[in-house]
């Protein structure tokens, strides 16, 4: 069988470690050598960042947040194995992690290693579709005779150099579509290698929940279950046209995606129409200074993504979901596209307090559109707020400290909350 040796990138068709360097972590597949659609995920992306920046969090339990009356904003393996989840209030995260460390994000430190990587990702195909800072798809199709190799030593060369040039890990998805890479990609997480191939997908996907879709969240599985649909099994027994009929287009992405089908294309011309970030609270919530925290959080998650992008927006909306599953969206024309933390925050919140205190609520999300080259960002000041220049050249200002210095070099205030 095809193995290829993640340590040394030794290819051969011998059992047990690898013949050349004795690793154990090796990847045996029948068609190792044959798939080219992959799909990258970094593991604990900025806990791994501040890890690295901060060698006295090493070996440390890490969650990255906002305090003690803040929530998280993603943590370690560690923590994670523990029960600590993505926007679960600090304190309970305390409580079932008492030995972290809570370090404050720098969504700074956190563009400048996603454009690394991706500058490493164009060095192996043109062909990269971005889903966040973190994560990528990749299509090596033909790229074998450029790189003298085929795209799985490809693949594990790149996570090879991201641990050794920038200290980073990350896990890799290879299958035949987009679906099953990322599916794959999240199977031996962290540090993982996993393939999918054609030969496997049905009974690779038939004993598996649901719940590997994407897009199928807790509504979408229980209006499945209520059809008796909890695997894949439970969808290959339904035929295409019940399938619409009972769940429209839905159905239709379902009976395809039941046999491994996914017809899309990894494009990465795609054009962005907007960039947002959102949170599923682990409880509901009525508490001003949690939703306020997390408003501020995300709006910093945006501006990060939007300068890593040089992408500016004229349209910031607030997204808001009760505990009724209502949803409440409210959105803001600026007078000049933005990509200010400070811009996007202070109009979120504004359109928060529109809202007023209707909640309790489960999501909440912050983002823009319209989008717009940065050229044409924050060019003049708001008449209305005479402070808007001073404090937009205060921002810059600390990104390029940030991006120079790095670590804690300067902290906003409000994160200390």
Not at 348 to 372: C, E, H, M, N, T
């Amino acid at each position: 069988m095809q193995a290829l040796c993640r340590d040394c990138l030794t290819t051969f068709d011998t059992e047990g470690r690898c013949p050349a360097c004795r690793s154990p972590r090796v990847t045996r597949h029948p068609e190792l050598f044959d798939l080219s659609i992959a799909h990258m995920d970094c593991d604990a992306f900025y806990a791994s960042v501040e890890k690295r920046d901060n060698p006295e969090l090493a070996d440390k339990t890490v969650i990255i947040g906002g305090g003690r009356r803040g929530v998280v904003s993603t943590a370690c393996y560690v923590a994670r194995i523990k029960g600590v989840k993505s926007a679960m209030p600090m304190f309970q995260a305390l409580k079932l992690c008492p030995e972290a460390v809570v370090v404050k994000p720098r969504f700074e430190a956190y563009t400048e290693a996603s454009k690394a990587i991706r500058s490493m990702m164009d060095e192996l195909t043109p062909v990269v579709e971005p889903l966040s800072l973190d994560e990528a798809f990749m299509d090596l199709t033909g790229t074998a005779r450029l790189h003298g190799a085929p795209p799985a030593v490809m693949l594990a060369r790149l996570v090879k150099r991201m641990k050794d040039e920038l200290g980073l890990t990350g896990s890799i998805g290879l299958s035949h579509n987009k679906f099953l890479a990322k599916v794959a990609s999240d199977l031996d997480k962290p540090r993982g290698f996993s393939i999918i191939g054609k030969a496997e997908t049905t009974e690779f996907l038939r004993p598996k929940s649901v719940r590997l879709i994407w897009g199928i969240g807790p509504m979408a599985q229980e209006s499945l279950a209520k059809a008796g649909i909890r695997t894949f099994d439970d969808l290959l027994r339904w035929d295409r046209r019940d399938l619409h009929d009972r769940f429209g287009g839905m159905g239709e992405r379902l009976y395809s995606l039941a046999r491994g089908e996914d017809g899309r294309r990894i494009s990465p011309h795609t054009p962005v129409k907007g960039l947002s970030n959102e949170t599923t609270f682990h409880e509901d919530t009525n508490d001003v200074d949690i939703l306020d925290g997390h408003i501020w959080r995300m709006s910093e998650k945006v501006s990060a993504r939007a300068k890593a992008k040089d992408m500016a927006g004229r349209v910031v909306t607030l997204k808001l979901k009760k505990s009724d599953h209502k949803l409440v969206t409210k959105r803001q024309s600026l007078y000049h596209p933005t990509q200010l933390t400070d811009v996007i925050y202070r109009t979120a919140r504004g359109l928060f307090d529109q809202v007023g205190d209707k909640g309790p609520y489960r999501l909440l999300g912050v983002g823009i559109s319209q989008l717009a080259s940065a050229a044409d960002a924050d060019r003049e000041g708001d008449l209305l707020d005479p402070g808007a220049n001073r404090r937009a050249q205060a921002e810059h200002a600390a990104d390029e400290i940030r991006e120079k210095f790095g670590k804690d070099a300067i902290i906003k205030g409000r994160a200390l909350r």
